[in-house]
């Protein structure tokens, strides 16, 4: 395979995942020189976008970090994302203080502390007092207006009304507003429908693209006269629109991105650290002072510190005990790879202290009660501190 | 309301009963305390014997299971996959077996065809190198749920009215008769009194427990067999070990995945049949020997059921598999009858053993036609539904001819012919269907009818399709959910490894977190 | 199977697909249930041979898949697995003719190559488009080859590189081929080819050191051997990265184009959002499915429209040419583009 020239950097972040973005702007908005590897899509994508602190002391210790940091990280993270949520194509509300509630797209109901702009305006209070309809679009599973009507007299005692429209085609992802820079392709249709439904607040399956996605909802319901939500939904877009403002922040602080290269092996030398990486046919070399590790998808399996491919990376945790009373399965499922073993093992090694190691297993779906992207971002935090010491 | 026949179990015997004395005229009422195939009948690999397995042991039933599995291909032909089976001979088996087994096979007139190792291997690449030779015979898969569900159908269009999730609370005798038999309907609690001719007691390894109910007693060993079934399929051939029959021998290719059974060892109450970790352990140890790529597999889920067998001298796995009616005339009883054993293959012909006893009990003369008359009619053309050609297939796999009243739901709107669980290709029409009728009150319900959540995900997906399919039955949504889960997790627990714990971790995560379901870990402990 | 006992069913690959998104999962059910589902249906999975070819090999889906599942190789074992058994498309049985009658998969129109031994240590692999559909492609890339300073020739005698019939899953009539270029290419030190599909075959399939040539430009000769006319006036730009460039021969050949991009005056770029998204020429779907790729194609020219650009580029004389099939807005290969900056000698 041919290799080609080495790529100089300061510090190497392996993984372009929250994690991975969060710290590479810290870094580079801090004046260093950093190159993002990436490859694939990291789970932080597949998220519904909304981002969770922990409230209990526990969680930060199943981390081993120390309580002095776990203080002031909640802090720095708040201004953190709120430096990074405003670049991207999609606003983000909230704060570290209030928690918010969030209708999901069964109707049931989440509690998250940052969520995107459009679902995020209605908590249960607004759907509590509103006349509340759900609109399924025909062929799209990401609503179902009549489970939802009947989840969310379930758990609330609000009667939604239900109705499903074949307006969007048969092609569920083809969405009759796209918003690409600033031009709008016709919605006439859809929001006729919408006009037509005898309701304050319309719940719709997120339909918009990459981009432009908060202005094309805004638009649409000007348009409309109603207040519309855009339901919480797995493997949809907020929490691609999240990577993206993450990533178009890390650009614009000064980052170097090599997305779409896959890390093959790490070479630990005395005064750098080698990741050699797979770009297609051709291997890529990049040199660093040091490595930001958060390649930890416990549900994909990740790259262990040495580029091992992690097939099964909660092999550690016996998530039957777990489910036989221990905590095992919820720390499994919360904490994830940056916990224990991965800090553990980074700290003992004497060659290790060029690498760190942040992220969360599975940060993407466990938002609600997992703290799943509370948890890599506060651990980026932690982990460019300690960059920024070592440099 | 007159009823000649009152069957009390939903599996394959009951089932077969009440479409055979269904067929003959009679008035039949079947009633099941949970929900069809739950016991055994919905336990087991899905094998269809072609007898070979019992030449050497029990050549009554070899001959039983040789006849049976001709007649079933015939009138089952929609839920068998008629794969052919393999015994084979590996390196370190007794070689004297192969003799005798060929001479079984030969006397019970089981046909087998012997194999040289070349011609095994070129048959299924993947099997072990290690065999030394092996038989060609006629082994099949068959979906078991599918069959009672049939059965079912067929009484039902006959007149029968069936019931599940009835269980019977009481009988109650009169001198030599059994004069009225109370059940207590769970969708409503209503407790209802019947009074039948005649009663059967069709309900396997609970069958002691209905026959004390009516005062009397059936001498039943429970033997509880755990199965592991892995994802996809190394093999299209049911593969048997050529050796005396023995724990972890077979690997039965069904639908999308594989079986590997079984188990035996013997049990007091049948509520308590679980799958231990020596169980999973022991299994794939086995099943491994024979195809050695079933070690990278991934598990799917792991069950165990009971199977209740006549009882005679020698531990389970030497007790006859054969079938034993009782009149219970000892008992004092004229219009109690208990039947036992037997086995899947051989449902059909142990209902018409029965079956002719009780119409003689009736006066009836009509013969009985099981074994002639299809379970479904063949031929209907489902391609116009607009279907792809995978779903197409798997649609007639699984009804044979579509229900009736599900054409209309597929005609319906284009969400309701989308694919709700795609590893079993399972179209959302299918569970609107199915969700609307009285047998079906809950998700577990909807899954044996369809098969969705019976793949490898395990209802990662289709499980909300199945819940929105399933209305306001069942209580509360949230409910109805933790039970399909908590059942669900019951089978993946005992193989939480590997990719499928990573599926575990994805399923907990994206239906606690996204949708605020619990996976129903805490209720299953 | 490349790992698809790893699948978690997060639907990933089914949204990421963009022929999905294009025809809907009711006409193709997307790579998951092709690749992963289907193959454990046992002997019933030649059910799946009526979508299997629908599949353009983007390879946006391997990039989706959380579990990195290779699922356009386990989509490529399905294929080869059902060839023998189905009848193809009408537009691969025409595709398959070419190949048996004249080495290509498309009617030839003229005869390219000249020398038979080698003067030159580098040779140029045009491919069946650039040498006689795109015929300018090949003109460019060669003209921009020696204005870089590399000595370069086109061999004759070469057949189609494959890559159409590993798409097809025709193992067959590939070996054919490759023994008949393999026996001209291994004279050669260098391969460089102007359709990324051909670089990926010739490395992973032959094993031969070729470059596609915007590397072999930027990473070989550089471009201080081009002399540029400076640009009357600014063209709105919007740039396609060819899947098989950009995913297949490697993520750093998108710096590569940019890089050529920002050597020519006179060029702004514009950004669509969709540059790696597939136009729907690859994987078999062009020839077999011309409506699915031609509305794939119209999608990314109506996006580059609306974005404002003038002139859609793109590195693959495949892509070019099925982008072109849209009209509404003009289309260049990038060497083309490249070399209508060009100032050659004598020219002011």
């Given at each position: 395979m041919r290799e080609l020239p080495a790529i100089e950097t300061e510090v190497v972040v392996i993984g372009h995942g929250a994690t991975g973005l969060f710290a590479a702007i810290e870094l580079a908005s801090t004046g260093h020189k950093v190159l993002l590897v990436g490859n694939g899509t990291p789970s932080s994508e597949m998220s519904t976008g909304c981002i969770s602190f922990p409230e209990e002391e526990t969680w930060w210790r199943g981390l081993g970090l120390d309580d002095g940091l776990m203080q002031d990280a909640s802090d720095r993270v708040d201004q953190g994302i709120q430096k990074v949520l405003t670049v991207g194509p999609c606003t983000w509300e909230g704060t570290s203080e209030k928690r918010m509630a969030l209708v999901t797209n069964l109707g049931t109901i989440i509690r998250t502390n940052y969520a995107p702009s459009t679902s995020s305006r209605h908590d249960v209070i607004a759907v509590r007092g509103a006349k509340v309809a759900a609109l399924g679009f025909q062929g799209n599973k990401d609503l179902d207006p009549c489970l939802f009507h009947n989840m969310l007299r379930s758990e609330t005692g609000v009667e939604a009304s239900s109705s499903w429209t074949a307006t969007l085609p048969a092609e569920p992802h083809r969405p009759h507003i796209e918003m690409n820079h600033g031009v709008r392709h016709s919605h006439d249709a859809l929001s006729e429908e919408l006009q037509g439904i005898d309701a304050d607040l319309v719940m719709l399956p997120p339909f918009t693209q990459r981009g432009g996605h908060d202005r094309a909802w805004r638009d649409l319901e000007g348009v409309v006269g109603k207040r519309l939500c855009e339901v919480i939904t797995p493997l949809s877009l907020p929490g691609r629109s999240l990577v993206d403002s993450f990533g178009r922040a890390a650009l614009e602080a000064g980052a170097r991105d090599l997305n779409g290269t896959h890390l093959e092996m790490i070479d630990l030398r005395d005064d750098d650290v080698i990741a050699r990486c797979r770009s297609g046919l051709r291997r890529v070399q990049v040199r660093a002072a040091m490595m930001l590790f958060c390649g930890g998808n416990a549900v994909g399996g990740g790259l262990d510190i040495l580029g091992r491919d992690v097939i099964d990376p909660l092999s550690f945790f016996d998530i039957r005990k777990g489910a036989a009373g221990s905590s095992n399965f919820d720390m499994a499922s919360h904490s994830?790879?940056?916990?224990d073993s991965y800090f553990r093992s980074v700290r003992k090694g004497t060659r290790m202290d060029k690498v760190l190691v942040a992220g969360a297993a599975l940060p993407g779906l466990n938002f609600a009660n997992g703290y799943g992207l509370g948890t890599c971002l506060t651990t980026a935090l932690a982990a460019c501190r300690a960059i920024e010491e070592a440099l | 309301m007159r009823i000649d026949v009152l069957i009390i179990g939903g599996g394959t015997t009951g089932a077969g009963i009440a479409r055979d004395m269904a067929m003959r005229g009679a008035s039949v009422m079947l009633l099941e305390k949970g929900d069809f195939s739950g016991g055994a009948s919905g336990g087991n690999h899905g094998l269809l014997h072609s007898g070979a397995r019992y030449v050497v042991r029990d050549q009554e039933s070899a001959r039983e299971c040789a006849q049976e599995c001709e007649v079933l291909r015939n009138i089952a032909w929609h839920c068998i996959e008629d794969l052919g089976g393999l015994f084979i001979r590996l390196k370190n088996d007794d070689g004297n077996y192969v003799d005798r087994f060929e001479a079984g096979c030969h006397d019970s007139s089981v046909p087998a065809e012997r194999l040289t190792r070349k011609e095994v291997l070129e048959f299924e690449p993947m099997l072990s190198a290690q065999v030394e030779e092996g038989f060609q015979v006629r082994d099949a898969s068959i979906d078991p749920f599918q069959l009672v569900l049939a059965n079912i159908q067929s009484a039902r269009a006959l007149g029968a009215i069936v019931h599940n999730?009835?269980?019977?609370i009481e009988m109650v005798r009169e001198e030599e008769r059994i004069v009225e038999v109370r059940f207590k309907d769970r969708r409503n609690g209503q407790i209802s009194t019947i009074k039948p001719e005649l009663v059967v007691n069709?309900?396997?390894?609970w069958s002691d427990e209905v026959a004390k109910m009516a005062g009397c007693h059936v001498d039943l060993s429970k033997d509880c067999g755990a199965l592991l079934v892995m994802s996809g399929r190394l093999v299209n051939t049911l593969v048997n070990r050529l050796r005396p029959p023995s724990d972890g021998d077979i690997v039965v290719p069904n639908r999308t995945s594989m079986v590997i059974g079984t188990t035996s060892r013997s049990i007091q109450d049948p509520r308590s049949a679980k799958v231990g970790d020596d169980d999973v352990k022991l299994l794939m140890r086995e099943a491994v020997q024979m195809v050695p790529k079933l070690a990278e597999c991934r598990p799917i889920r792991a069950y165990a059921s009971v199977r209740p067998l006549v009882r005679n001298q020698g531990e389970s796995r030497r007790a006859s598999r054969s079938y034993q009616i009782y009149e219970h005339t000892d008992d004092g009883l004229d219009n109690f009858f208990s039947i036992v054993g037997g086995k899947l293959t051989t449902y059909r012909s142990m209902a018409e053993h029965l079956s002719d006893l009780l119409a003689g009990e009736l006066g009836t003369t009509d013969p009985c036609r099981t074994a002639v008359e299809p379970l479904v009619e063949r031929g209907e053309d489902i391609s116009d539904l607009g279907l792809q050609a995978l779903p197409t297939l798997q649609l007639q796999r699984r009804y044979g001819q579509l229900p009736e009243g599900m054409r209309e739901r597929a005609m319906g709107t284009t969400s309701a012919r989308?694919?709700?669980?795609?590893c079993e290709q399972v179209t959302r029409f299918e569970l609107d269907h199915f969700a609307v009728k009285e047998d079906v009150i809950d998700l577990s319900d909807l899954m044996r009818r369809t098969r969705a959540g019976m793949g490898y995900c395990q209802g990662t997906g289709c499980s909300i399709a199945m819940l929105s399919a399933l209305g306001n039955k069942g209580g509360s949504p949230r409910e109805a959910m933790s039970r399909f889960l908590c059942d669900r997790h019951r089978g993946i627990a005992p193989v939480l490894q590997g990719d499928q714990l990573r599926q575990e971790m994805f399923r907990a995560d994206l239906l606690k977190g996204v949708y605020g379901f619990s996976i129903g870990e805490e209720r299953c402990r | 199977m490349p790992g698809t006992d790893r699948c978690l069913k997060c639907s990933s690959c089914v949204r990421a697909c963009p022929v999905v998104a294009e025809i809907g999962e009711m006409t193709f059910p997307g790579p998951r249930t092709v690749a992963v589902d289907a193959p454990r249906f046992g002997p019933s999975r030649v059910a799946i041979a009526e979508v299997a070819w629908l599949c353009s090999m983007c390879e946006r889906c391997l990039e989706a898949c959380p579990s990195r599942i290779g699922l356009p190789k386990a989509m490529l074992d399905m294929r080869a697995s059902l060839f023998p058994n189905v009848r193809v498309r009408p537009g691969h049985e025409r595709l398959l003719g070419n190949i048996d009658l004249y080495g290509l998969s498309i009617e030839p129109v003229r005869k390219v190559g000249g020398e038979?031994?080698?003067?030159?240590k580098i040779a140029y692999f045009p491919g069946c488009i650039a040498s006689q559909r795109e015929v300018e492609t090949m003109e460019c890339s060669l003209g921009l080859l020696k204005a870089a300073g590399a000595e370069v020739e086109v061999p004759s005698g070469l057949v189609c590189c494959g890559s159409p019939l590993v798409k097809l899953g025709d193992e067959r009539r590939c070996e054919r081929l490759m023994d008949a270029n393999l026996k001209i290419l291994e004279r050669y030190d260098q391969v460089v080819t102007s359709c990324p599909g051909c670089t990926v075959q010739l490395v992973e399939g032959y094993g031969l050191e070729a470059l596609h040539i915007t590397e072999f430009l930027t990473e070989v000769t550089g471009t201080k051997g081009m002399r540029f006319r400076p640009g009357s006036e600014n063209i709105r730009l919007a740039v396609h990265h060819a899947c098989h460039l950009s995913r297949g021969v490697g993520p750093h050949t998108k710096e590569r184009t940019y890089e050529l991009l920002s050597e020519v005056p006179g060029i702004e770029l514009v950004s669509?959002?969709?540059?790696?998204?597939?136009?729907?020429?690859?994987g078999s779907l062009l020839s077999g499915y011309p409506d699915v790729a031609g509305r794939m194609a119209a999608r990314k020219v109506d996006s580059a429209i609306f974005c404002g650009a003038k002139i859609i580029t793109a590195a693959c004389p495949f892509c070019a040419m099925n982008l072109r099939r849209t009209g509404g807005i003009e289309v260049m290969e990038l060497t083309q583009l490249i070399s209508s900056r060009l100032r050659f000698p004598g020219q002011h």
């Amino acid at each position: 395979m041919r290799e080609l020239p080495a790529i100089e950097t300061e510090v190497v972040v392996i993984g372009h995942g929250a994690t991975g973005l969060f710290a590479a702007i810290e870094l580079a908005s801090t004046g260093h020189k950093v190159l993002l590897v990436g490859n694939g899509t990291p789970s932080s994508e597949m998220s519904t976008g909304c981002i969770s602190f922990p409230e209990e002391e526990t969680w930060w210790r199943g981390l081993g970090l120390d309580d002095g940091l776990m203080q002031d990280a909640s802090d720095r993270v708040d201004q953190g994302i709120q430096k990074v949520l405003t670049v991207g194509p999609c606003t983000w509300e909230g704060t570290s203080e209030k928690r918010m509630a969030l209708v999901t797209n069964l109707g049931t109901i989440i509690r998250t502390n940052y969520a995107p702009s459009t679902s995020s305006r209605h908590d249960v209070i607004a759907v509590r007092g509103a006349k509340v309809a759900a609109l399924g679009f025909q062929g799209n599973k990401d609503l179902d207006p009549c489970l939802f009507h009947n989840m969310l007299r379930s758990e609330t005692g609000v009667e939604a009304s239900s109705s499903w429209t074949a307006t969007l085609p048969a092609e569920p992802h083809r969405p009759h507003i796209e918003m690409n820079h600033g031009v709008r392709h016709s919605h006439d249709a859809l929001s006729e429908e919408l006009q037509g439904i005898d309701a304050d607040l319309v719940m719709l399956p997120p339909f918009t693209q990459r981009g432009g996605h908060d202005r094309a909802w805004r638009d649409l319901e000007g348009v409309v006269g109603k207040r519309l939500c855009e339901v919480i939904t797995p493997l949809s877009l907020p929490g691609r629109s999240l990577v993206d403002s993450f990533g178009r922040a890390a650009l614009e602080a000064g980052a170097r991105d090599l997305n779409g290269t896959h890390l093959e092996m790490i070479d630990l030398r005395d005064d750098d650290v080698i990741a050699r990486c797979r770009s297609g046919l051709r291997r890529v070399q990049v040199r660093a002072a040091m490595m930001l590790f958060c390649g930890g998808n416990a549900v994909g399996g990740g790259l262990d510190i040495l580029g091992r491919d992690v097939i099964d990376p909660l092999s550690f945790f016996d998530i039957r005990k777990g489910a036989a009373g221990s905590s095992n399965f919820d720390m499994a499922s919360h904490s994830g790879i940056a916990c224990d073993s991965y800090f553990r093992s980074v700290r003992k090694g004497t060659r290790m202290d060029k690498v760190l190691v942040a992220g969360a297993a599975l940060p993407g779906l466990n938002f609600a009660n997992g703290y799943g992207l509370g948890t890599c971002l506060t651990t980026a935090l932690a982990a460019c501190r300690a960059i920024e010491e070592a440099l | 309301m007159r009823i000649d026949v009152l069957i009390i179990g939903g599996g394959t015997t009951g089932a077969g009963i009440a479409r055979d004395m269904a067929m003959r005229g009679a008035s039949v009422m079947l009633l099941e305390k949970g929900d069809f195939s739950g016991g055994a009948s919905g336990g087991n690999h899905g094998l269809l014997h072609s007898g070979a397995r019992y030449v050497v042991r029990d050549q009554e039933s070899a001959r039983e299971c040789a006849q049976e599995c001709e007649v079933l291909r015939n009138i089952a032909w929609h839920c068998i996959e008629d794969l052919g089976g393999l015994f084979i001979r590996l390196k370190n088996d007794d070689g004297n077996y192969v003799d005798r087994f060929e001479a079984g096979c030969h006397d019970s007139s089981v046909p087998a065809e012997r194999l040289t190792r070349k011609e095994v291997l070129e048959f299924e690449p993947m099997l072990s190198a290690q065999v030394e030779e092996g038989f060609q015979v006629r082994d099949a898969s068959i979906d078991p749920f599918q069959l009672v569900l049939a059965n079912i159908q067929s009484a039902r269009a006959l007149g029968a009215i069936v019931h599940n999730h009835s269980p019977v609370i009481e009988m109650v005798r009169e001198e030599e008769r059994i004069v009225e038999v109370r059940f207590k309907d769970r969708r409503n609690g209503q407790i209802s009194t019947i009074k039948p001719e005649l009663v059967v007691n069709a309900a396997g390894a609970w069958s002691d427990e209905v026959a004390k109910m009516a005062g009397c007693h059936v001498d039943l060993s429970k033997d509880c067999g755990a199965l592991l079934v892995m994802s996809g399929r190394l093999v299209n051939t049911l593969v048997n070990r050529l050796r005396p029959p023995s724990d972890g021998d077979i690997v039965v290719p069904n639908r999308t995945s594989m079986v590997i059974g079984t188990t035996s060892r013997s049990i007091q109450d049948p509520r308590s049949a679980k799958v231990g970790d020596d169980d999973v352990k022991l299994l794939m140890r086995e099943a491994v020997q024979m195809v050695p790529k079933l070690a990278e597999c991934r598990p799917i889920r792991a069950y165990a059921s009971v199977r209740p067998l006549v009882r005679n001298q020698g531990e389970s796995r030497r007790a006859s598999r054969s079938y034993q009616i009782y009149e219970h005339t000892d008992d004092g009883l004229d219009n109690f009858f208990s039947i036992v054993g037997g086995k899947l293959t051989t449902y059909r012909s142990m209902a018409e053993h029965l079956s002719d006893l009780l119409a003689g009990e009736l006066g009836t003369t009509d013969p009985c036609r099981t074994a002639v008359e299809p379970l479904v009619e063949r031929g209907e053309d489902i391609s116009d539904l607009g279907l792809q050609a995978l779903p197409t297939l798997q649609l007639q796999r699984r009804y044979g001819q579509l229900p009736e009243g599900m054409r209309e739901r597929a005609m319906g709107t284009t969400s309701a012919r989308s694919i709700a669980c795609s590893c079993e290709q399972v179209t959302r029409f299918e569970l609107d269907h199915f969700a609307v009728k009285e047998d079906v009150i809950d998700l577990s319900d909807l899954m044996r009818r369809t098969r969705a959540g019976m793949g490898y995900c395990q209802g990662t997906g289709c499980s909300i399709a199945m819940l929105s399919a399933l209305g306001n039955k069942g209580g509360s949504p949230r409910e109805a959910m933790s039970r399909f889960l908590c059942d669900r997790h019951r089978g993946i627990a005992p193989v939480l490894q590997g990719d499928q714990l990573r599926q575990e971790m994805f399923r907990a995560d994206l239906l606690k977190g996204v949708y605020g379901f619990s996976i129903g870990e805490e209720r299953c402990r | 199977m490349p790992g698809t006992d790893r699948c978690l069913k997060c639907s990933s690959c089914v949204r990421a697909c963009p022929v999905v998104a294009e025809i809907g999962e009711m006409t193709f059910p997307g790579p998951r249930t092709v690749a992963v589902d289907a193959p454990r249906f046992g002997p019933s999975r030649v059910a799946i041979a009526e979508v299997a070819w629908l599949c353009s090999m983007c390879e946006r889906c391997l990039e989706a898949c959380p579990s990195r599942i290779g699922l356009p190789k386990a989509m490529l074992d399905m294929r080869a697995s059902l060839f023998p058994n189905v009848r193809v498309r009408p537009g691969h049985e025409r595709l398959l003719g070419n190949i048996d009658l004249y080495g290509l998969s498309i009617e030839p129109v003229r005869k390219v190559g000249g020398e038979t031994m080698p003067k030159a240590k580098i040779a140029y692999f045009p491919g069946c488009i650039a040498s006689q559909r795109e015929v300018e492609t090949m003109e460019c890339s060669l003209g921009l080859l020696k204005a870089a300073g590399a000595e370069v020739e086109v061999p004759s005698g070469l057949v189609c590189c494959g890559s159409p019939l590993v798409k097809l899953g025709d193992e067959r009539r590939c070996e054919r081929l490759m023994d008949a270029n393999l026996k001209i290419l291994e004279r050669y030190d260098q391969v460089v080819t102007s359709c990324p599909g051909c670089t990926v075959q010739l490395v992973e399939g032959y094993g031969l050191e070729a470059l596609h040539i915007t590397e072999f430009l930027t990473e070989v000769t550089g471009t201080k051997g081009m002399r540029f006319r400076p640009g009357s006036e600014n063209i709105r730009l919007a740039v396609h990265h060819a899947c098989h460039l950009s995913r297949g021969v490697g993520p750093h050949t998108k710096e590569r184009t940019y890089e050529l991009l920002s050597e020519v005056p006179g060029i702004e770029l514009v950004s669509t959002g969709d540059e790696t998204v597939c136009c729907g020429a690859g994987g078999s779907l062009l020839s077999g499915y011309p409506d699915v790729a031609g509305r794939m194609a119209a999608r990314k020219v109506d996006s580059a429209i609306f974005c404002g650009a003038k002139i859609i580029t793109a590195a693959c004389p495949f892509c070019a040419m099925n982008l072109r099939r849209t009209g509404g807005i003009e289309v260049m290969e990038l060497t083309q583009l490249i070399s209508s900056r060009l100032r050659f000698p004598g020219q002011h």
